[in-house]
């Protein structure tokens, strides 16, 4: 089942680009590099691309690989049972692995804010996918938690010290 999501997720992936006349290739795997949460990683090559490609295709603070994300997320699990449905990550020229990184700075920064002012702190600018990989990150701080604020699209995480 697996193997048939990822085949899916990568030739959809494939059409699309190509019919923005980028025919690029576009390798699938289940882990991913350095991944938070269990998703499928759809990654396009990126050597056959132009440094302005790569730019427009990952976007303003990766505005356009996150609209991509979400369309592949959207089209593959469209009509699955819940049980069904998996998360696609769409990757290129490493932006997602430098994201995640950051990401992982900054909830540490928010973590210490907390634990030093006894403050919430409140993350903002961060995609619905970012959020979930914060949330899930943070899960291992055992004296903070996490909960999302806001309607889109001005949902802000929230840290804070965990409540007794």
Known sequence: MDDIKLQQGKQWL???LGLATLPVLVTADLTGTQTLDESYWLTID???LTAEQIEILTGTDGAVIDSIQYLVNTILNLGQAEDQRRAYTVELNEYRVRRQTELQQMAEQAVNHVRETGEEYEMKDLSSAERRQ???FLKSF???ETYSRGQEPDRRLV???LQS
């Open 134 to 136: 914060v949330h899930t």
């Open 14 to 16: 494939e059409q699309l």
């Open 142 to 144: 055992e004296d903070v």
């Open 159 to 161: 840290v804070r010290r």
């Open 46 to 48: 990126h050597t056959a």
